[in-house]
């Protein structure tokens, strides 16, 4: 799947409902990630630790140092690419957040 008509956001989607997407995001050590749009809001959690870089269309880059068990929100909106600059795999799981919950449940 794409979004914006540029890269994909993730490897693959592992679950999907009006609520949620659910990306498994895997990269080799020296793999990048291509250029991509998040349209949503989203949350990363983290697999393994990641030594990476963003790279945005403006030419800022960032360093990020992720670890397992600390989620990372981030806001829509800013075309980037990721680099894994580790020696290991980098594997997260990323879910964009469709809609906001029902205020009341349904009626049984």
Same mark, same amino acid.
């Given at each position: 799947?794409?979004?914006?008509?540029?890269?994909?956001?993730?490897? +693959?989607?592992? &679950? !999907? @409902?009006?609520?949620?997407?659910? $990306? &498994?995001?895997? &990269?080799? #050590? %020296?793999?990048? =990630?291509?250029?991509?749009?998040? !349209? &949503?809001?989203?949350?990363?959690?983290?697999?393994?630790?990641?030594? @990476?870089?963003?790279?945005?269309?403006? %030419? +800022?880059?960032? *360093?990020?140092? !992720?670890?397992?068990?600390?989620?990372? $929100? +981030?806001?829509?909106?800013? #075309?980037?690419?990721? !680099? @894994?600059?580790?020696? $290991? =795999?980098? +594997?997260?799981?990323?879910?964009?957040?469709?809609?906001? *919950? *029902? *205020?009341?449940?349904?009626? #049984?």
């Amino acid at each position: 799947m794409k979004t914006s008509g540029i890269g994909t956001i993730g490897d +693959r989607i592992i &679950l !999907e @409902n009006e609520h949620i997407r659910v $990306w &498994l995001v895997e &990269l080799d #050590p %020296g793999q990048i =990630q291509s250029r991509h749009v998040h !349209e &949503l809001p989203y949350l990363i959690v983290p697999l393994t630790e990641g030594k @990476n870089i963003m790279r945005f269309d403006d %030419g +800022r880059e960032i *360093a990020t140092d !992720e670890k397992p068990g600390v989620c990372l $929100w +981030r806001m829509p909106g800013v #075309p980037h690419e990721l !680099e @894994n600059v580790s020696s $290991w =795999q980098y +594997r997260n799981v990323l879910v964009e957040m469709k809609a906001p *919950a *029902a *205020a009341t449940p349904p009626a #049984p």
